[in-house]
């Protein structure tokens, strides 16, 4: 068989099954099978395929098939123009999750002007330390986008699954950022430092059980269930975040929070004594991310 015939074989089949974008899971399988890149499949797709590169095709098409998303087969996705391993202990990073990097980089330019110390140069804005804190890392994929970034920066990640921990654990060191990221098996903010981060960020789970028939059946079956869902609502577990992120940050600092139509007005609800909240939309004009800036400190008021 050549790589041309296996591949309008293979969207066929995946056609047949209903698995959605099926050239595009099959190219993927195929390069992930080759070890190529896209290009390759359309330079060589004369090219035969052996019996132990079919084998291969045939185990992968038949478990995407059976609903396995790709990336848990290839054991890949990109984040933020990073490279991620995942694995099924790990949610899929999700393209509209890229908006809470853009908030927090867009929230940093905002800040006031750099100040001039006598006799010094002026110390710019990106080269002060920040300290991030982000809770329920997943991967490590917005960690790790936001430590490369921003070079100043140290990221304490958090989650409450051991194995989630080994994936972003795995996925620093590949990115040569375990230095300045650090992980902290807790739930939620337990035992982090307070009155110390320039920002709390977080993509929690934020799904209502009630909504669970709206989920896609793919991540109902394959995705860790506790990265998905939070409770009868979706709220809950943003509503027990939030009081910790307020004693975590600094006076001024930022908690920067991904969410869902359904329960950002009562996010913002519970946001109220909170300064500038803001919700910013996903590219399909659904509210996606919510800032909210701890008061900054009052003139002669407790820190
Ligand atoms: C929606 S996933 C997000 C993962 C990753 N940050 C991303 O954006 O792809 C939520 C993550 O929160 C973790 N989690 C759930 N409950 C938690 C808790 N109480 N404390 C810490 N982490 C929690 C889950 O294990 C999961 O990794």
Redesign the pocket.
Known sequence: VILKQALAAAIARLTAQAVPSPRLNAETLLMFTLGCDRAYLFAHSERELNSDELGRYEKALAERASGVPAQYITGHQE?WGLDLIVSPA?????PE?EH?IECVLHLLKQREPPVRVAGSNILQPDESPLRIA?????????ALALAKELPQATIDA????AS?LQVAGANAARHQMQSRVHFHQ???MAGLPHGCYDFVV?????VGESEEDAVQLEVRKFE?R???FAGPKGSE?IE?LIPQAYIALKPGGWLVL?LSATIAQDVSHLLRPWAAVCITPDLQGIPRVICAQRVPREFGGIA
Request: hydrophobic residues 40%; charged residues 15%; contains cysteine.
């Open positions: 984040f790990v949610l899929i990073p999700r999750t809470v982000d809770v329920g890392t997943g991967s490590g994929c917005i958090t989650d409450i699954s989630a807790a739930d939620l977080s993509n929690p789970p934020y860790p506790n990265a998905v577990v027990l991904e």
